[in-house]
């Protein structure tokens, strides 16, 4: 006669990956259930999007075989609880797990492109995803969305009115472009600006989500310091090409969170038209912009590299288009853009294991 403690003690020989504990002591075992020599069991994930889940499964299932009968029936069942250093205490934001604000040293290096495709990519694994497009002087989110000419509806709530996010791709979206006219040009000063960001936090009805993407303005400003000063960042995700001039400036961004008084941990460090590939030649990479350039300045800053982005016409065409290039299952740069969303996920889910919660920069 199995056991439940049998099952237990069979998978406490597993260990997660990233973690380094094993399951049981990390409580990622839940329902276990045995009828005779069928057993079944869920796995608690981290992340809806972890990449390891299939290895998981398969050393569950071993580990059945190995501790406890080779010739078990084994259903081993996959869910996830997004981890969060924010038990929703705060007053502002208190049901979002995790706030990522997406980087750049300079413009020019796609980082919205990669802030749409990743939010999406997060939202096709079944995570409650939300983006704030906070580049005041280019929001392009939108467009990018396809949803440039939404009105923004209000709720109210508590005799208080909110900004109901637009809901496109399973992602909730806010832009600084729905704030002003899309025909002029935004010509606002410093303070004007954070105060519109500000209002995308405290005025909107976010509602309970798993990661909030924030796409910041390229280089170092007002913006980054009202965002860090305003909520507990999770952590960073810095997006730059492969060539120098863009590593410098990916350099300084770095640098920029590191700062004592900030301290927002780097998650990782994204490559973006790592290599050209033509439509009509889709074996080919041409290295126009250099070679490993991120990938070697993640391994000198000592912080995850994410992964890398080809330069393909398709996202360009996605972007124009409103349909984002993780969704295009004949784009070739699909699949990276999911292969460094769920490398994204899984370093989430080990800073929230190994590091303290961010604390919101002090305000002068």
Request: with cysteine; hydrophobic share 45%.
């Amino acid at each position: 006669m199995i056991t439940k403690e049998q099952v237990l003690n069979a998978l406490s020989h597993v260990q997660e990956p990233d973690l380094k504990k094993d399951l049981v002591t990390l409580n990622m075992i839940q329902d276990v259930q045995v009828d005779g020599k069928k057993i079944s069991f869920t796995v608690v994930l981290t992340t809806p999007a972890c990449p390891l889940k299939e290895f998981i499964a398969n050393a569950c299932r071993n580990a059945i075989y190995e501790y406890i009968d080779k010739d078990i029936e084994v259903t081993v069942n996959m869910t996830a609880n997004v981890t969060s250093l924010r038990p929703g205490a705060e007053d502002l934001l208190p049901n979002v797990r995790n706030i990522i604000a997406v980087a750049s040293g300079k413009g020019g290096v796609g980082k919205s492109t990669v802030a749409a495709n990743l939010a999406v990519a997060m939202a096709q694994t079944g995570a409650k995803v939300g983006l704030i497009d906070a580049d005041i002087y280019g929001p392009s989110q939108p467009i990018m969305f396809g949803v440039e000419h939404e009105q923004l509806f209000i709720t109210e709530r508590n005799n208080r009115q909110y900004m109901v996010p637009v809901e496109k791709y399973g992602v909730k979206l806010l832009s600084i472009g729905f704030l002003a006219d899309p025909s002029q040009a935004i010509v606002w000063r410093g303070p004007m600006a954070s105060k519109a960001l500000q209002q995308l936090f405290r005025d909107a009805d976010w509602g309970d989500l798993d990661y909030l993407f924030i796409d910041l303005p390229p280089g170092t400003s007002d913006i980054h310091l009202t965002l860090v000063s305003t909520v507990p960042v999770t952590g960073a995700v810095i997006v730059s090409t492969p060539q120098d001039v863009a590593l410098a400036d990916a350099r300084k961004g770095i640098a920029m969170f590191k700062m004592d008084n900030i301290k927002v941990p780097i998650i990782g460090l994204i490559e973006n038209m790592a290599w050209f590939t033509p439509l009509e030649l889709p074996d080919h990479k041409y290295y126009i912009f250099g070679q490993g350039g991120c990938r070697k300045l993640a391994e000198e800053l000592d912080v995850p590299f994410l992964g890398e982005i080809p330069l393909v016409q398709g996202i360009r065409e996605g972007g124009d288009q409103g349909i984002p290039a993780v969704l295009q299952a004949d784009n070739p740069a699909a699949l990276h853009f999911l292969t460094v969303a769920g490398n994204m996920a899984q370093q989430v889910a080990i800073r929230n294991a190994q590091q303290a919660p961010t604390q919101p920069l002090a305000q002068a």
